[in-house]
């Protein structure tokens, strides 16, 4: 809220008592009410009547008799105060205005500088985000030892280190699925982490298990070189 000037009581009295005798009402050579009259009627007191007085006559409006009160010496130099006293005024308002608005700018100042300072440390926070995340695809194959066994059951993350995000099955995408998602045979796994994790895991899905023959050892006739007829 914008102040306004308001000029201190002995300086209102003052001016009141020049537009007065500016105006006729106390003519030249007239004189001035008694100080404890005019502290009754502008409701101060005498000593405030007296710096209003003390104004006026160093104005040459007025000229203060000791023991005689105040007697009125020129109207021209009353109107000579008032027009002083308002364009006066009008730079008080200005300087008062002013401080004012200084003040709203170092307000405006200190609020931009905190906002600046909360976007630069979101940014921070947050800078990570706004960056793409290396993804990968690793594609189940057939006969992988993954097949029918869940995320959680595989150790999928501890195994490789990657995270697993996504899950293309046929036309179907499976978005952050649980430990209890299980794969399949052609699943396209969508992953996050290093390329190092995403080999990982596709060494993880990629490693067949070997047959096992009617003893249930493994059979291993298909790497045999050489082998009997």
Known sequence: MRQTVVPSQYLQIALDLARRIAAGELPEGSRVYGRSVMASEYSVSPETIRRALRLLADMKVVEVKPQSGAVVLS??????????FEESADVRSLRLQLREQMAEYDELH????E?????????ETFAAAGEPLPNYEVSVPQGSPC????????KFWQSTGATIVAIRRGQTVILSPG???ELYAGDVIVL??????????????SHEVPSLGRSGAPDMSNGRKGGRN
């Open 179 to 181: 430990p209890y998602a």
């Open 192 to 205: 996050v982490g290093s390329l190092a994790a995403a080999e990982a895991a596709n060494n993880l899905v």
């Open 75 to 84: 109207a021209d130099s009353a109107r000579r105060y008032i027009k002083n």
């Open 115 to 123: 906002t600046v300072k909360a976007l630069v440390k979101s940014r």
């Open 147 to 154: 097949i029918g066994k869940s995320i959680g059951a595989l």
């Open 110 to 113: 200190r609020r931009m500088a």
